[in-house]
């Protein structure tokens, strides 16, 4: 099966942190942080339904005002996900500009915006050009296990990390794919029907084996079999895709049990390998990962991949170095002294 994210840096290793992730066949990608995106085509940028920002050190957040500027004057949604504060930040932003004019606009641009209040809450406002992105407020609602975006292909979920300030790790997960064999639905004597959907329900929210499922007969009417029978014998269940991104944070036992947490089975994990592995007393002082701590979680979550980035300027020309001490470490080979 073809992958359905297609995820990206958008700068260099040392650049600001955005990753980008296309979506196969669909006009849509989101984006993890909003530093500097002049790198991305407008094209891509207006393909954005969702931008999920880690916290608003400008390398981070930089990137609104390029968003904002190529999206006035289209119809538009655009959700904005963010930290404690994030919608405050936001506000602002927008009222950095004079928006007198608004009320010519026939289309409309709307900004959703979603903050953490702390882990387990999450309130949300709305700002909309033709109010001159007077803020709406939206109200609260209760998280449950961090998840800020819930849609049938794709979820988003956020963890919440300390770097001196509340920062959001993120992890976007595509469900299982259940695949259901025609021919041997024929060779049982089954017929499609909306009992396939029960079933497939019943798959996802990991029900007994012993559940009682109604099943479609070719001779007409129904019977109950058990779930577990039928999963063994009429489906495939293959894993779906896996993203996660964790930019910036200290390597703190909290944040380290919940970076393994959230990145576990990862296909690619982006994480930020701000120092080298021997500088790790700055890497703490600053509340940054070093590039032995990156790799060793990216090990520790199992992640398949890992893609290092947010190298601070002070490594220029030793990239090759440092992405070697990422890998030596997601290897699991001892540093070297
Ligand atoms: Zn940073």
Not at 67 to 81: C, E, K
Not at 143 to 171: I, Y
Not at 286 to 311: C, D, K, S, W, Y
Request: some cysteine; hydrophobic content about 45%.
């Amino acid at each position: 099966m073809r992958p359905k994210f297609y995820p990206s840096l958008v700068n260099d290793r040392f650049g600001d942190p955005v990753v980008f992730v296309d979506f196969l066949l669909e006009r849509r990608a989101i984006l993890f942080d909003l530093g500097d995106i002049h790198a991305l085509p407008a094209r891509s940028v207006l393909r954005v339904s969702d931008v999920f920002v880690s916290h608003t050190h400008i390398d981070h957040f930089a990137g609104f005002d390029r968003l904002l500027r190529l999206s006035v004057g289209r119809d538009r949604l655009i959700r904005l996900y963010g930290p404690p504060r994030f919608i405050a930040n936001v506000e602002a932003k927008l009222a950095a500009y004079t928006w007198n004019l608004a009320e010519t606009f026939v289309d409309d641009l709307v900004f959703e915006v979603v903050e953490l209040e702390d882990a387990e809450n999450c309130r949300a406002a709305r700002f909309r050009l033709t109010r001159r992105f007077a803020r709406e407020d939206l109200g609260s609602r209760k998280l449950r296990d961090g998840v800020l975006l819930d849609e049938p292909s794709l979820s988003v979920r956020a963890a919440m990390l300390e770097h001196r300030t509340p920062c959001l790790a993120f992890a976007l997960q595509e469900p299982e794919h259940i695949n259901v064999w025609k021919n041997r639905l024929d060779e049982r004597g089954f017929v499609t029907g909306p009992w396939l959907a029960e079933l497939k329900a019943a798959i996802f929210e990991r029900k007994p084996d012993d559940t009682p499922m109604r099943v479609g007969l070719a001779s007409g009417g129904e019977r109950a079999l058990p779930l577990g029978e039928l999963r063994r014998d009429l489906v495939t269940i293959t894993a779906g895709q896996k993203i996660a991104y964790v930019a910036d944070a200290a390597f703190s036992p909290p944040n380290r049990r919940a970076i393994v947490d959230l990145a576990r089975d990862a296909d690619t994990l982006f994480i930020e390998a701000a120092f080298a592995a021997q500088d790790a007393e700055i890497a703490a002082g600053r509340a940054h990962l070093t590039t032995a701590q990156a790799g060793e979680l990216a090990r520790l979550a199992n992640a398949v991949r890992v893609i290092p980035f947010h190298f601070s300027p002070r490594y220029a020309g030793e990239e090759a170095c440092m992405l070697r001490e990422v890998e030596d470490a997601f290897a699991g080979k001892p540093e070297l002294a």
